[in-house]
């Protein structure tokens, strides 16, 4: 083979090995895509059912529930509400009162399983997407309460 | 005064830092020679400065200064003493401060093991250095400054937090930061090679041992971060695919590709351009590493700073060097793309495929990593990618990845046959895949994955053994690269058994325990004796005493705490691990659960092979080390290449001479003759040395050589 042959031979199986990486890794991807809902998208029905995602918030005082297998407990934006089922243990900084991002699968009922309760590890730090959340609600909450005024 | 002071002797080591960047370079690009000579003395000075200012912190650390804002915040009066010097990087302005030093440290050993490099290259490599320098001391002054006051005093700081205050948190930024800022060192070079136009084999003998060491540090940082998160974060898991983890995996990938690629630049010549884009690309993953993880754009554990103006200037700083070293490689690279000729199946095609997976590999976790950041960016949502995506895309790449590294050792350069590799190897590969298939039914659970991945792990093990034992039956001195590349891969090989391993025969079990109560997994028996109160120097603990049972027989008592950290309303879970070579037990404490029964909640873990990561990770590390000593290099730097190339000229009048050196060096010196004779002597000498045998031979520069030829 001559040198250009050769070349070219190590370019096309380059790029054909490249191109069949790159679908490969796209795919995986597109399907390992976790989103992110507030408690307020869960109750308009923005999620979806039976994928995985993520709510955030702050879980509501007095309302952590800890049964002999299963844990409740509720987490809020200050305007919606959602329920979390989890089984397992809770990472050391989850507090009633305080920020938490929960990973799972929101059931045709309309209840929520954790799959995974997500640990922070500094007692002032708030979970990004949980603030997201508060914030979020707290914007429409103060939109709402200025429309009486206004007319 | 000592917080003054420190800011003050941080100002002095930025203007040193500059002339540091500036003057040896215009004085290499004019020739002026006294300005190039500044080069080694200013990073000398520099190194002094920076670590003046770096101790000033410390001190205050250690007096218990909280007059300094940044000692207040990370420190306290309890804090024990090896803390407070770990606390010096345990925020976010102290952790730039180590970078600098790091940075200083790397560039005096440069300057000092460079003596024999030629001035203008030395020149060149120290002022690229100086430039980072300047980048980053400017960051610390304008957007991080540790030395801030703060007025009133606390009386008391606000202590280190928790998580970090631990043996392994002590030495693992240290060690991850001496990686990261290692690859500046590489990246100077290729940015020197660049501008000189010379990508020849001499600036990759010279860019390597300082490369492999970087890359030991890397792959030490990242095991020992491996380490603690598996004690230290209570439930076990070793490797979360985690951003920051992320950071720190994509330049150890793409430097693991950088050093393979190296050796065929400086073998064969090849891949020069891709080498210096390599180089480029581990110093700029390094650097969007320190941008992730000190810009607080990441959802994750260790993003502690939370101030945007950082995380634009690292990304600004990040833009510059990438942009000008790409738009300096598109100018110059046309002019040095001189590869040598390769077949289709050859040693150099194996590195190449290497490169190319790695470079996938790596390019899959940017995109995982970047792409829920640029989508929050946008406003576009707020999206997370979970671990199952890494683990998808991650173990196919790795799967061809191993099995060609054997194949890959074992082929000649130039012209490998496909018939005598696989006679070489054919027993090999039969022992690995049937104890693949066999040694999980030991362990009581076939699976494809484990048969799979114990298949390669024994395939890359026994190969660089059979090869190590070829080795030695040979003659001849075995050089420090020899035994360093063969170490280096049998630490992966080991890292994958117990990858596997642990993967497929872990066994966690979450549970609820009262005084008496028993978990069994077998053969291991675990019983809850009691719960009790410890006091710490800085903290209280719940302690459980958990006494184990293997078949019976009582073998320890693990005590498991749960801590409160008197400056902090937050509780830490201290796990009790009991190893030995085969398997670890894991036992960590949780909540006390409401009621009557008194129960805990406790996470009891079977984790088998664990041990193998660490004491793979290990072997891997004193295989980079053993090849960067190699004596090769030490060798050979005394060599400059003006020197070789004006000694290859004169070897026509002083023939002699040359002669008489080259038996000294190793005896088989290429350079004065034709690059066909200089083939056709590597192919006979192929006949009687094994075929990598060759290249680790202390040869002169074959580069400088058929230059001088032609």
Known sequence: MTP????????????????????????????????????????????????LFRIGGMVKDGSLKKGSDEIEFVVTDFTNEVSVHYTGLLPDLFKEGKGVVAQGRLSDQGLFTATEVLAKHDENYMPPEAKSAMDKAALERAAKSLKPNSN | MIAELGQYILILALLVALVQCVLPLVGSLTKQHAWQYLARPTAWLQFALVAGAYGCLLTGFLRDDFSIAYVAEHSNHLLPTPYKVAAVWGGHEGSLMLWILM???????????????????ISRVLSVLGFISV?????????????LRELPIPAEGRDLNPLLQDPGLVIHPPMLYMGYVGMSVAFAFAIAALITGRLDSAWSRWSRPWTVIAWSFLTLGIGLGSWWAYYELGWGGWWFWDPVENASLMPWLVSTALIHSLMVTEKRGGFKAWTVL??????????????????????????????????????CFLAIVVGSSLTLFAWRAPKVTLGGTMGLLSRETFMLINSVLLSVATAAVLLGTLYPLVIDALNLGKLSVGPPYFNL????LMVPILFLLIPGTVA????????????HLRWTA???????????FLMGEWSFGVFLGWT???????????????????????????????????????????VTGVKSFEVERDVKMAIGDEVTIQPYVFRLNAMGEVKGPNYTASQAQIEVFNSGESTEILKPEKRHYLSSAMPMTEAAISSNLWRDLYVSLGDPLPGDAHQWSMRIYYKPFVPWLWVGVLVMVLGGLLASLDRRYRRASAQSPLQTAGQALSMGADGEEGVMHEREIGGDSLESLSPEAVNSQEQSLEADTTAHELPQSPSLHTDSGVQSAT
């Not at chain 1, 790029?15 to 895509?33: G, H, K, R």
């Not at chain 2, 790397?106 to 290259?121: D, E, M, N």
């Not at chain 2, 690309?281 to 939370?306: D, K």
Request: proline share 4%; net charge positive.
């Open chain 2, 278 to 315: 390599l180089a480029i690309a581990a110093f700029s993953l390094s650097l969007l590493g320190t941008f992730l993880v000190r810009s607080g754009v990441l959802t994750s554990v260790h993003a502690f700073a939370a101030d945007p103006t950082r995380g634009i200037f690292v990304l």
């Open chain 2, 412 to 423: 000649k350069w130039r012209n490998a046959n496909l018939q005598d590799m696989f006679m």
């Open chain 2, 135 to 147: 980048g980053f001391i400017l960051f610390i002054l304008f957007t991080s400054n540790p030395f």
């Open chain 2, 456 to 498: 390669l792990g024994l395939w890359v093990g026994l190969g660089t053994l059979q090869h190590m034992v070829e080795r030695v039956l040979k003659p001849g001195r075995i050089g420090g690269s020899f035994w360093g590349q063969h170490f280096a891969h049998l630490g992966l090989a080991i890292v994958v058994l117990g």
């Open chain 2, 393 to 396: 895309v991650f173990a196919p």
């Open chain 2, 103 to 121: 940075l200083s440290v790397w560039t005096s050993l440069v300057a000092y093991f460079s003596k024999s490099l030629p001035i203008g290259i």
């Open chain 1, 4 to 51: 250009r042959k050769k070349r070219f031979w190590f370019i096309t199986v380059g790029i054909v090995v490249l191109c069949i990486a790159a679908a490969f890794v796209l795919n995986a991807f597109q399907s390992n895509l976790v989103f992110f809902f507030t408690p307020s998208q869960v109750a308009k029905g923005e999620a979806p059912r039976n994928r």
């Open chain 2, 430 to 440: 039969l022992v690995s895949v049937v104890l693949g298939a066999s040694l999980p």
